[in-house]
């Protein structure tokens, strides 16, 4: 049986990681590179990981889009900051019968693509630890697993379909532990619980997740943000038990010392996810009648922040 093949937008921390798992399990996978394109050219495409490292010397790789066939699958990997790229990137890689797995943090960002390409669109929440530390070097420290679930136009729960199924099916067949969900909007939501008070506070306070959970302030801190957030999703129809909270601070816990990803742009003078993180959940919460007042402020120092970047980043 044929394997599906994937084109991979985006061969950073996630994308390089989860694409070359797939590569070393015999999928056809193209991968889109810029800036990095003669170094994986020269050298091929590094991942250093706890599952094995990889080195990849005969990696598809692609400097247009242009010249890359159409692939069964589009995983895109790129940065909400970048998506302003996808109208011209996704229609020739997708064609006709494509799917897409958007593997990014936020919210709404399937419907940005579903307006693209049509509701072929899956969302894919990455819960791991991995670093893109050199060109064409990927760095997985940590974590790894993927919960994955179908996109709906009309915002509801698409419980498990053939479709997800199957794109599930070959990640497991790279070794990528994955998590099948029924109901993707709330998965959304689950992940923010971690990604607004870690990222965001990261951040801010130039810190690294272990010092903030072993901190009682920043803790509490958090404590209080995850509760925001589980208010507003309750607003839009989905229900994050209250013991969650704990599942997100024990699994922090246990998670080795890291830098997320917002702290490492801001500190790289990158374009901050300040929108897709915060600035989204916080319209549509307060669309739903719910104010954040934590959130919010997590949101205006970021954006300071974000504004004060190098020009010429």
Same mark, same amino acid.
């Given at each position: #049986? ?20 797939? @590569? ?10 810029? +800036? ?6 020269? @050298?091929?495409?590094?991942? &250093? ?5 990889? @080195? ?83 760095? @997985? ?44 909007? *709330? ?31 920043? +803790? ?5 943000? #995850?509760?925001?957030? +589980? ?11 209250? &013991?969650?909270?704990?599942?997100? *601070?024990?699994?922090?816990?246990? #998670? ?13 003078? +990158? ?43």
């Amino acid at each position: #049986m044929t394997k599906r093949s994937y084109a991979i937008l985006g061969t950073g921390a996630i994308g390089g990681l989860y694409g070359a798992r797939l @590569h070393a399990a015999g999928f056809p996978v193209r991968f889109l590179l810029h +800036r990095d394109y003669d170094h994986v050219r020269e @050298h091929g495409l590094r991942v &250093d990981s706890i599952w094995g490292d990889l @080195h990849l010397r005969d990696a598809e790789i692609y400097r247009d889009v242009a010249q890359m066939p159409p692939s069964d699958v589009t995983i895109v990997a790129l940065k909400t900051t970048q998506n302003e790229q996808l109208a011209e990137l996704l229609p020739p890689l997708v064609g006709d019968r494509g799917f897409v797995l958007v593997l990014q943090n936020g919210l709404g960002v399937e419907d940005e693509i579903a307006r693209m390409i049509g509701d072929r669109v899956l969302g894919g929440l990455c819960f791991t630890c991995s670093n893109k530390i050199a060109p064409g070097h990927i760095h @997985h420290l940590d974590e790894g697993k993927i919960a994955i679930g179908d996109f709906r136009p009309d915002g509801q729960p698409s419980g498990i379909t053939d479709r997800l199924d199957a794109i599930a099916t070959d990640l497991e067949t790279a070794g990528i532990p994955i998590d099948r969900q029924a109901d993707l909007i *709330l998965a959304r939501w689950k992940k923010l619980m971690w990604n607004i008070p870690f990222n965001g506070l990261s951040a801010i306070l130039n810190a690294k997740t272990d010092a903030l959970v072993s901190d009682s302030a920043t +803790r509490t801190l958090a404590i209080a943000l #995850m509760q925001e957030i +589980r208010t507003a999703a309750a607003a839009v129809d989905r229900q994050i038990p209250a &013991d969650f909270i704990d599942t997100m *601070l024990a699994a922090t816990d246990a #998670m080795r010392p890291y830098l997320t990803s917002m702290k490492l742009d801001l500190d790289c003078d +990158r374009p901050l996810e300040v929108e897709a993180i915060f600035g989204h959940p916080l319209r549509v919460a307060a669309a739903a009648g719910v104010t954040m007042p934590q959130t919010t402020t997590l949101y205006h120092q970021l954006k300071f922040l974000d504004a004060r970047r190098l020009p010429s980043s």
